[in-house]
């Protein structure tokens, strides 16, 4: 059975810091390809990090470059978004899942997301 299970979120000001985790069961983790996701209220969700191990690759979207730092530990299945700089426009609720594909996210694990909300 696929598991993901995200935790970290929680309230912060704008220029503060959070880390979210992603814990990941039930597949072979250093394989797959790991993905966060975010969606804020009234939008549609969208990819902004994502690591491959297999490949030694990582992405990130221009929204978070510079600010977001994805890594991964393949000893504990975790994968970390440590989130530097954070803005309000940051605020929405944040998932993992096992790809990096919008178009194909129909066929990912997901875990359940964490609320990340930004705001003084």
């Known amino acids: 059975q696929v598991q993901l299970v995200e935790s970290g979120g929680g309230i912060v000001q704008p220029g503060g810091s959070l880390r979210l985790s992603c814990a990941v069961s039930?597949?072979?983790?250093?394989?797959?390809?790991i993905g966060w996701y975010r969606q804020a209220p009234g939008e549609e969700r969208e990819v902004i990090s994502c690591?491959?191990?297999?490949?030694?690759?990582?992405y990130y979207a221009g929204s978070v470059q510079g600010r977001f730092t994805i890594s991964r530990d393949n000893a504990n299945n975790t994968v970390y978004l440590q989130m530097n700089s954070l803005k309000p426009e940051d605020t929405a609720v944040y998932s993992c899942?096992?790809?990096?594909?919008?178009?194909?996210?129909?066929?990912?694990?997901w875990g359940q997301g964490t609320q990340v909300t930004v705001s003084s």
């Open positions: 690591s491959s191990s297999r490949y030694g690759t990582t």
């Open positions: 039930g597949v072979t983790f250093v394989d797959e390809t």
């Open positions: 899942a096992t790809g990096c594909n919008i178009n194909y996210s129909g066929l990912y694990y």
